[in-house]
């Protein structure tokens, strides 16, 4: 063989990696409540993907659905935190008001004893709440500690939570899209969102799509969509692999 044709098969071009797959994390939050209709969480752990359930703390089912989501392979266990209108808040705008920051942490304590091993934490509605720096500044200094990621539920486009967890040096990530709302929860609507989830990360190589628990839609969605996209290439990993 020419030396240097054999020089050129053996440099480092030759063996390029291959393009990166697009990734996509699927968040499913509200697990710890559930309605007469709501899929069992049982059904939930029993899909084949990597998921990440976000548990809501103080709730009926809160320590089940943590213990379940923790003890099965390829599910990721978030707290799901409320700030407004589940605490009663004042959100100053010039300093986080003493007692709203009190009652924050008191609840960050609960949560964490309510769902050990959380790997990360995003937020449950809170359209005033992440939109309110001071409260979002002083939360993210109670939440560093605890070595949880952060992920923004960006329930307002004016949200300030990301950039003051990236500001306290905290891993974080923004999600992209809802799967469904309280409003509009059909089959047709996860599948039409989950494909503008995965045409995102094939563009910019990753997004973070949420989802709840409640609609047996969104879960039928997620069982038939998720193995045709992953024949295509699409990775689906836990959210905290798309927190940095």
Known sequence: ???????????????????????????????????KKTPPDEEWMALPHALTYAVMPESPKTKQSAALTAATKDKELMIHFPF???????????????????????LLEKAMKQIPGAKGLNNHRSYKGTKN????????????????????SRVSEKTVAYAEAKAAGIPAAMNFIFLDTAELHTKAFCEKMLR???????????SIAIGHHYFRTTFDCLKDEMPRYEKEGVEFVPASALAN
Do not use: C
């Open 84 to 106: 407004d209108p589940f605490q009663n808040l004042k959100l100053a705008k010039d300093a986080v008001d003493p007692a709203d920051a009190e009652s924050t942490l008191k």
């Open 133 to 152: 720096a001071p409260l979002m500044k002083a939360f993210m200094a109670m939440l560093k500690p605890t070595g949880m990621y952060f992920l923004d």
């Open 196 to 206: 503008q989830a995965v045409a995102r990360a094939r563009k910019s190589g990753s």
């Open 1 to 35: 063989m020419n030396k240097l044709v054999l020089v050129l098969l053996l440099s480092p071009a030759a063996f390029a990696a291959e393009p990166a797959k697009p990734r996509v994390a699927v968040v499913i939050d509200d697990f710890g409540l559930n309605y």
